[in-house]
């Protein structure tokens, strides 16, 4: 699905838990996701620090969007 | 010859521990064979025994990496196993690809070869077909008879170190290696023959298959995010509740599109998570964990992102073959671009 958005001309950014697998299929832009079960949270937190940790993955993910990215790449996340 | 040594390697579910709710649990070892292991053990006889089944859940796998996998090599490195089978793991991504990791990690850490075995579309086919020895399945348990069997005799031949025949004629992928044969013909009345008979229409298989090449063009950044329409995109199954669109819980034939307008959050109220690939329950209650309005919502608010698109979409990533992926993925396309929106943020579980 990634593929055909990015080849459509939408920059898609790709938060996934098992990053091997977009890599391997050549998307480009792609963030790990916490886990399978909560790609982007965490549930052993409070739920306002939850929302910071999403808040600051969405904001890699909006970074990621301006950036060129002609491979396929697994981007960090801030600390 | 002696009775040859075997260890098996299951997920939580083949071993008989249960279903997703212990897909969290930590590698175990039991004696003897279990679950797909039991008509594997009556398809090897007398040649081989399965000495012990090591198992592992899913999610524990998948969130402990590297530690999972050193863990289970320990423990199929105690049965000291003249070949390892893991799976068949059909056509479950996170299964293929423990199963895959298992086998690798055993043949390059302690020197045994493996054997696996799971749908030609598991993803960790694309990733491992190169290095291991994987047996094609359909989708289907139902077939697991046949597969074991196939699975018992090449594992008896790797076992006893016998070399392998064509990937064709033994039944497992092509590993793309490349032995040399000796055959009458040169190779110039080879590819006349070879032509003959496509022009003919007849069946016939070229010695060299060229590879299935197909580069993605990148889209450009964007190039002012402040004045961007985003959209949110899954395939992680969150839907409206009572999923409208009847999206299916695995291999999933269509995708649902739905309205956000005015939501701030979405709620468990009138949002669900209808995945059936993975223990949902958290998504279920906090969709938010998939589908992230709320944060895009704030960040739409103060200005740090031009829109946030009114609709989501959303499908279910689980055993759906790649061309139909490919489909969703230029239908939604479509309805983006002819909507104004310039990026997407996709998430998948």
Redesign the interface.
């Known amino acids: 699905?990634?593929?055909?958005?990015?080849?459509?001309?939408?920059?898609?950014?790709?938060?996934?838990?098992?990053p091997?697998?977009?890599l391997?299929?050549?998307?480009?832009r792609i963030l790990p996701?916490r886990?399978?079960?909560?790609?982007?949270?965490d549930?052993s937190l409070p739920l306002d620090r939850e929302?910071h940790v999403?808040?600051r993955?969405?904001?890699a993910?909006?970074q990621a969007?301006?950036?060129?990215?002609?491979r396929p790449t697994l981007l960090s996340l801030p600390a | 010859m002696g009775t040859l040594r075997i260890v098996h390697y299951l997920n939580q579910f083949f071993a008989g521990v249960g279903g997703e709710k212990h897909a969290n649990v930590a590698p175990e070892r039991r004696h003897g064979a279990a679950g797909p292991g039991v008509p594997m053990q009556k398809a090897l006889g007398e040649a081989a025994e399965i000495v012990a089944t090591v198992y592992c859940g899913d999610d524990y796998f998948n969130v402990n990496g590297e530690a999972a996998i050193a863990r289970i090599v320990e423990l199929i490195a105690a049965e000291a196993p003249a070949v390892v089978v893991t799976g068949p793991a059909f056509a479950s991504g996170r299964y293929g690809m423990a199963c895959a990791a298992v086998g690798q990690a055993v043949e390059e850490r302690l020197g045994i070869p493996a054997v696996t075995a799971m749908a030609t579309d598991n993803p960790a086919v694309e990733l491992y077909r190169r290095s291991l020895c994987i047996i094609p399945t359909g989708e289907s348990v139902a077939t697991t008879g046949e597969i074991v069997e196939r699975m018992a005799r090449i594992a008896l031949k790797r076992g006893r170190g016998e070399p392998l025949g064509r990937p064709d004629d033994e039944g497992y992928l092509s590993r793309g290696i490349r032995q040399n044969v000796i055959v009458p013909q040169p190779a110039a009345v080879r590819v006349v023959d070879l032509v003959l008979r496509k022009v003919r229409g007849e069946p016939y298989t070229t010695e060299i298959p060229l590879p299935d090449v197909d580069p993605l063009v990148p889209a450009p950044p964007l190039r002012d995010l402040k004045t961007a329409t985003i959209a949110l995109v899954t395939s992680g199954g969150v839907v409206p509740r009572g999923n409208p669109d009847r999206i299916e819980a695995r291999r999933a034939s269509r995708w649902s599109k739905f309205s956000i307008a005015g939501l701030d959050d979405l709620s468990s109220r009138d949002f669900e998570c209808i995945h059936g690939g993975f223990d949902n329950e958290l998504v279920a209650a906090d969709p938010d964990r998939v589908l992230p309005v709320d944060v895009m919502r704030e960040l739409e608010r103060e200005g740090s992102i031009g829109r946030l698109h009114e609709y989501c979409y959303a499908t279910v990533g689980a055993g759906g073959p790649i061309e139909r992926a490919r489909r969703f993925g230029r239908d939604i396309s479509a309805e983006l671009l002819a909507a104004g929106v310039q990026a997407v943020i996709m998430t998948a579980t």
């Open positions: 699905m990634v593929r055909e958005m990015e080849g459509a001309g939408l920059p898609t950014v790709f938060f996934s838990s098992i091997a697998i977009p391997a299929f050549g998307a480009t996701g886990a399978i079960r909560y790609v982007l949270g549930p929302r999403r808040r993955m969405v904001e993910a909006l969007l301006g950036q060129p990215c002609p």
